[in-house]
Nanobody
Framework: QVQLVESGGGSVQAGGSLRVSCVAS????????MGWFRQAPGKEREGVAI??????????SYADSVKGRFTISRDEAKNTLYLQMNSLKPEDTAMYYC?????????????????????WGQGTQVTVSS
């Protein structure tokens, strides 16, 4: 079992920055696919950023809407996943969720979709005002 706890959300003005964190407990090997999803009111949950640490070099993938602004990273020694969010926009306002799953090789990507992830945190709210 994997338990995920997010923190670091908050309110910020457009153009500002926030970093959200996710502490994982339980069995969390490098092969565990981890990432961030978000869900705004009335919208489906969407993938934001995923990190695949199964190989010696981590691979990341991002939603087009956040490329160049968000950076995902994982500190395995601290069992912590991060999402650094810069140049925030009002449309980034959402509940941000940390997620994890054991996926087949090559499937750890933002394009896989939320249904493939079976471990979820409780979420942390990010609000960006204009």
């Amino acid at each position: 079992q994997v338990q995920l706890v997010e923190s670091g959300g908050g309110s910020v003005q457009a153009g500002g920055s926030l970093r959200v964190s996710c502490v994982a407990s339980g069995y969390t090997p490098s092969s565990l696919c981890m990432g961030w999803f978000r869900q705004a009111p009335g919208k489906e949950r969407e993938g934001v950023a995923i990190i695949d640490s199964a190989d010696s070099v981590s691979r990341t993938s991002y939603a087009d809407s956040v490329k160049g602004r968000f950076t995902i990273s994982r500190d395995e020694a601290k069992n912590t996943l991060y999402l650094q969010m810069n140049s925030l926009k009002p449309e980034d306002t959402a509940m941000y969720y940390c997620a994890a799953a054991y996926l087949p090789w090559g499937r750890c990507s933002v394009y896989v979709g939320a249904r493939q992830f079976n471990y979820w945190g409780q979420g942390t709210q990010v609000t960006v005002s204009s």
